[in-house]
């Protein structure tokens, strides 16, 4: 009856379908795996950016890495920015999510001699690139910034790769370790994402759009969509094969049900 499942075709489509089930079985829960990171990552984002404010030096400090609980925490500093040693990192989307431009990048003097790096926000790129942008000048004197903590770049963690040779005063990566080497004082682990500053200062770069911890993404519809591939296939096979079954039936009948013709020589004999 179902003989012709030993056949080199259903033993070929038998094996793709046994090699499908575990995989897609596997993509479901590895779909389910990001949903579950992104549902975490959603809330230390919504707990950090909910906590009251603290000092910067009280979360990180030279050299260090500022940890994974810290990160988006609202922090506080007061200094004084030192525009010389100003950079700006190149590629960075504006708040319409298309527009390049640059963070412009500003170390911050701390009264004990330290410093702290602070992204004062976005602005459009020019004609030139390999130039020095014009970048908003930075408030004077004593300031005191408020923003959120975030953890220096790195090609690992960011997916941007650190380009050598840049023009001056431009970088690829905000990195408090790379800034520090053209400071004469050590300079916080991480860095400040401003968002708001006393005194202001006038026409002050974009600010960087607080971040969107609201949306799970489409990973769980994704594993559920897996599994249901999976499930589909043993059923898929089934009707296939009963299809065959049926079908091979109908042509056994069929041909029974037709008279076989006697050559015309034989007749004539």
Do not use: C
């Given at each position: ?16 379908a ?12 590895w ?6 990171h ?19 030096d ?20 007061t200094?004084?920015y ?19 431009g640059y ?46 903590l ?25 990195n408090?370790?790379q ?19 006393s ?71």
């Open positions: 009856m179902y003989r012709f499942l030993l056949t080199r075709q259903w033993v070929i489509l038998t094996l793709i046994l090699a499908l089930i575990p995989t897609m079985i596997r993509l479901g829960f779909q389910l795996h990001r949903h579950e992104r549902v975490a990552q959603n809330q230390l984002i919504g707990d950090s950016l909910a906590a009251p404010a603290v000092a910067v009280k979360l990180t400090s030279p050299g260090r890495t500022v940890a994974r609980d810290d990160t988006w925490r609202t922090v506080t500093a200094g004084t030192d525009t010389a040693h100003e950079v700006v990192a190149r590629q960075r989307t504006g708040s319409d999510e298309q527009s390049i963070f412009v990048l500003t170390p911050l003097l701390l009264p004990d001699d330290r410093a702290v790096l602070v992204n004062r926000g976005w602005i459009p790129a020019g004609a030139d690139l390999t130039a020095f942008p014009k970048v908003p000048a930075a408030p004077s004197g004593k300031v005191t910034v408020t923003g959120r975030k953890a220096d770049e790195t090609t690992g963690n960011s997916g941007i790769k650190d380009k050598q040779g840049l023009p001056p005063r431009q970088v690829s990566l905000i408090s370790e800034q520090a080497k053209a400071l004469s004082r050590p300079v916080l682990g991480g860095y400040i994402e401003l968002t708001s500053s005194p202001k200062g006038d026409k002050q770069p974009q600010p960087v759009p607080a971040p969107n911890h609201s949306d799970i993404g489409p990973h769980m519809a994704y594993a559920v969509q897996w599994w249901l591939f999976s499930a589909g296939v043993p059923i898929g096979w089934v009707v296939l094969a009963r299809r065959e079954r049926r079908d091979r039936a109908a042509e056994a009948v069929k041909a029974a049900a037709t008279p076989e013709k006697v050559p015309a020589a034989a007749t004539a004999d």
